[in-house]
């Protein structure tokens, strides 16, 4: 039997919308334009630069300079338009998009196969990566913002690092506060950004418009017919211009597909090349030594003097919203992995009374402040975090492509004859980038990788410790029918109604055998509550609740959500009414059971990996906080287990 417990509406393009008549198009688009365009759109500040100023300096003549532009032309159609956009869009999980939500819905169809869980894993690692990318973003973007300010005065170079390091500190201590009221400002000022990027490269491509010639991929192949070695290692530059594609498929729920297609296609993506359509056509109209001095800073130096100040500002506010942007995002991200089971119970606080997706995760927060802190002071400045950029996202990238191609054959049913040279093709140009940025490792590309591993190794041993522990738990629990009976005459019943957690479906758990135990009664009303997570972003109502009367005043109840739905447990018994009766809170007991591990002759996981799993569950938030019980209604049990 089924209760209503949830309203939320999905969108027809694939977003969820909320409570209340959908959104107009154009809200949308705009919506989108303000916070999910704020990454790749902050990459013209110093992706082009990089390719020719990075740590493969290339010459400044017309074979390289098209040659580059040609790349990233061709990398921003391939990979962002045809892979993300209108591909993987196509990708999507009840309207949720991103790996972990790709993940659910491949998992969903292969089961437990041998390449589903590869499946998994890749998804997992996938997330790891995501975490050293959201440290990385907001240090290069300010950081490359502010020292605009030394194209306006030299003097203001000593000042760089302070003036960034205060406002990267200010947005991490903003957090807490949410982004509904500064999120309105985003759009007008993402849109006045971008405006501005199209009339700055419009007006140097109208001086010198045989750079439009790039446009033809001979150029691009020219450039590698010539130069092999130091084309293969530009990629690790050319990909800063790609960089926040996947954020594009991860922020899909959020506005839907429609929405960014025409937000990517019929602005944004126009005017960031026709930026760096003029960047190139600026450096191909200078002299030799004017042109070395600029691609220094060629973003900022193609506006007049007069306006650069102005520039500086408003890139550094572009840049601020993008780095709002990624924060936002590893808080979501986390959110997910900790409804799938990857990530302990955190605390989270919602910063919105209307939109459910607003939430500050307090540990995430700080952790990422430290790390961005401690990058900005090690790396010193943008070209140096440029070295450390971009092989967790190209690693994302190439993980996302092996499972594309597992969509294909396990999802979709493609024809194998169209999977494995579309398959092909992507591999190919993804893992070309990836292998260019591998030469970035000794250089800095090992923090990201760094930081990859380590979330891994949290994420799976966190996910491998509660399935052991669950085994375990299951193989000494007692059937519930044979307890409900044999309870009833040896303990006395008392009026109320107690819930008894259980992280399973089948047996007592241990709380109500410790209750019983000790305290030798039982309330007149016995429920055995299960909080499932399913692998879709959200359950339908009529879905939600499950219960199955037991008898003797004993129900198994089951409550479902989906792993980007709020386990609100008080809110979904309100709409119960068919197990027992209606649940008065201050007549209901919550009982919850707190494992303590102990140590195992056999270890089921490694010594290391056991000892990080019970210190991650020493310091998980508590299920009531995650759950939102009612702080005076909960009694905690202790037990202990070996795994």
Partial sequence: MSELSSTRDSSPDGGARGQGAPSPKAALVLGAIGIVFGDIGTSPIYAFRETFAGPHPLALDTLHLLGVLSLIFWSMTIIVSLQYVTIMMRADNKGQGGTLALVALISGRVGRTGYGWVAVMLGVFATALF???????????????????????????????????????????????????????????MLIYFSVLAVLGLIQIVQNPGVLAALNPWYAVQFFMTDKLLAFLALGSVVLAVTGAEALY?????????????GWFGFVMPCLLLNYFGQAAMIMGLEAAAAAEAIR?????????????????????????????????????????????????????????????????????????????????????????????????????????????????????????????????????DGAFFGANLTKVPDGGWFPLLVGAIAFT?????????????????????????????????????????????????????????????????????????????????????NRIEFDDLGEGFYRMVLRYGFM???????????????????????????????????SKNPSMMIWREKIFSWMLR?????????????NRVVELGSQVEI
């Fill in 565 to 599: 739905e709020e386990t609100d447990v008080p809110a979904a018994l309100k709409q119960v009414r068919h197990c027992g009766g209606e649940f008065d809170m201050m007549q209901t007991s919550f009982f919850l059971s707190r494992q303590t591990l102990l140590p």
């Fill in 131 to 189: 975490y050293g990318d959201s440290m990385i973003t907001p240090a290069i973007s300010v950081l490359s913002a502010v020292e605009g300010l030394t194209t306006v005065e030299d003097r203001f170079e000593p000042y760089v690092i302070p003036i960034a390091l205060v406002l990267l500190i200010g947005l991490f201590l903003i957090q807490r506060r949410g982004t509904a009221r500064v999120g309105r400002l985003f759009a007008p000022v």
């Fill in 619 to 631: 310091n998980a938030a508590t299920a009531m906080e995650f759950f939102r019980l009612p702080t």
């Fill in 297 to 429: 800073n060629p973003f900022f130096l193609m506006a007049p003097e007069a306006y650069r100040l102005p520039l500086v500002l408003l890139a550094t506010c572009a840049t601020f919203i993008a780095s709002q942007a990624v924060i936002t995002g590893a808080f979501s991200v986390t959110h997910q992995a900790i409804q799938l089971g990857y990530v302990p119970r955190l605390s989270i606080l919602h910063t919105s009374e209307t939109e459910h997706g607003q939430i500050y995760i307090p540990f995430v927060n700080w952790v990422l402040m430290v790390a961005v802190i401690l990058l900005v002071l090690t790396f010193g400045n943008s070209s140096n975090l440029a070295s450390a950029y971009g092989i967790a996202v190209t690693g994302a990238m190439l993980i996302d492509t092996c499972l594309m191609a597992v969509l294909f054959v396990a999802v979709w049913r493609w024809k194998m004859w169209i999977v494995i040279p579309a398959a092909a093709a992507f591999f190919v140009v």
């Fill in 458 to 542: 949290f994420l799976t041993t966190w996910a491998r410790g509660r399935k052991l522990m669950r085994d375990r738990m299951s193989e000494v629990a007692l059937p519930i029918e044979i307890f409900a009976k044999s309870a009833q005459n040896s303990a006395i019943r008392v009026p109320g109604t107690a819930i008894f957690m259980a992280s399973t479906t089948a047996g007592v758990p241990s709380a109500l055998l410790h209750n019983i135990k000790h305290n030798k009664v039982l309330h007149e009303r016995v429920v055995i509550l299960t909080v499932e997570i399913a692998e879709e972003p959200y359950v339908d109502p009529e």
């Fill in 250 to 262: 991860a922020d899909m729920g959020h506005f839907g597909r429609g929405a960014l297609r025409i």
